[in-house]
């Protein structure tokens, strides 16, 4: 009775301290359960619009001043999230699948990633949230366009080069092992580096927040070719609580369109990039399917091994 009560004392101060948890999603509020439009979704190559007459995506994605930004960063019981320090220059973003100017807000880390594509998940995805230019994030909320968000997955591979993308941003990990209201020291950061390599290369969709209220506010702008991070800075994260075992969302229904650029076709003309077969499969014939259960299994695996748990066998789901 008294380690039952202990438990319920435990689990009360918890959800009271955090407001929502990712072990108890169901019970998240209002549009998280009745949306028809949220977030994040299996993309799926193959039924992804090849938007070659530029009806929806419109010229390239342009991104503003993304190489210097001041950012402070924070563990906010969910998430690690570097925002833009108030009254400094913030980068913008416009083009392609976007109306008008958006201005860069925060990014922050989901482990493992929220979005699939082709029923893979990667084990970590970065999100860089931006709002409507000179609209405030409290009305840009209640607008269909009123969020720009792009995902960006990161792969882990080791060698010389895979440090790079994270090397700014790792010194400041250790600090935010656990949440806190504080936030740590300015720094300047080339955003850049946390983009993905090709970033005119993804997958662009209507849908919502992955966090409640989970508001369907969002233009999401997913690049398809990942971020190559180091085993070692990934094993980092694993020490950081974010209040349970993961911090991503669900798949979500997909009931809608998604569109591709041409860009994330065009690595068949580059022959010596070790994806052309693969992009070229995927954007001329519709055979290219993974079973959602068994890629995910792998990249648990990926996870399960780092961490120094029992890899389980992939190859007989899906
Ligand atoms: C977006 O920002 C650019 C540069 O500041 C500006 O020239 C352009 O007019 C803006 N576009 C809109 C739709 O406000
Ligand atoms: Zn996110």
């Known amino acids: 009775m008294k380690i039952l009560l202990v438990t319920l004392i435990g689990l009360v101060d918890y959800t009271y301290q955090s407001g929502w948890s990712y072990d108890y999603q169901t019970q998240w509020p209002g549009l998280c359960r009745g949306g028809q439009l949220q977030s994040p979704i299996n993309i799926m190559t193959r039924d992804a619009i090849f938007d070659k007459h530029e009806a929806h995506i419109r010229g390239p994605l342009v991104m503003r001043g ?26 913008v ?25 082709d029923g893979m998940k990667y084990p ?11 609209v405030p994030v409290d009305e840009a909320l209640k607008r269909p366009d009123g969020l720009a968000v ?8 080791s060698n010389e080069e895979s440090q790079f993308a994270l090397e700014q941003i790792m010194p400041a990990v250790p600090d935010l092992a656990s949440r806190s209201e504080e936030e740590t020291d300015p720094k300047n950061i080339d955003l ?22 989970c508001q369907e506010s969002v233009t999401w702008i997913v690049m398809d070719k990942p971020l190559i991070i180091a085993d070692t800075q990934y094993q980092v994260f694993s020490k950081v609580d974010v209040g349970g075992r ?20 065009s690595t068949i003309l580059m022959p010596s990039f070790f994806g052309t077969i693969i992009s ?3 954007c001329l014939s519709s055979s290219l399917t993974a079973g959602v259960n068994k890629g995910y299994c ?3 695996n990926i996870k399960r091994r780092l961490l120094g748990s029992t890899v389980k066998k992939c190859a007989k789901l899906a």
Not at 150 to 157: A, D, H, L, R
């Open 298 to 300: 792998y990249i648990v």
């Open 246 to 265: 993961d911090n991503y969302r669900n798949l979500q229904q997909v009931n809608r369109v998604v569109y591709r650029s041409v860009a994330s076709c």
């Open 66 to 91: 993304y190489g210097d930004v001041k950012v402070t960063a924070i563990n906010n019981g969910h998430t690690l999230r570097w925002k833009v320090k108030p009254d400094t220059e913030a980068p």
């Open 93 to 117: 973003l416009s083009g392609g699948p976007l109306r008008g100017n958006y201005t860069f807000l925060q990014f922050h880390l989901h482990w493992l990633s929220e979005h699939a594509i």
């Open 150 to 157: 792009i995902g960006v997955m990161c792969q882990i591979y």
């Open 192 to 213: 850049r580096r946390l983009l993905s390599p090709n970033p005119q290369s993804y997958y662009t969709y209507h849908g919502s927040l992955t966090t409640p209220d």
């Open 280 to 282: 070229l499969i995927s």
């Open 124 to 134: 970590m995805e970065i999100h860089m949230v931006h709002v409507k230019t000179g």
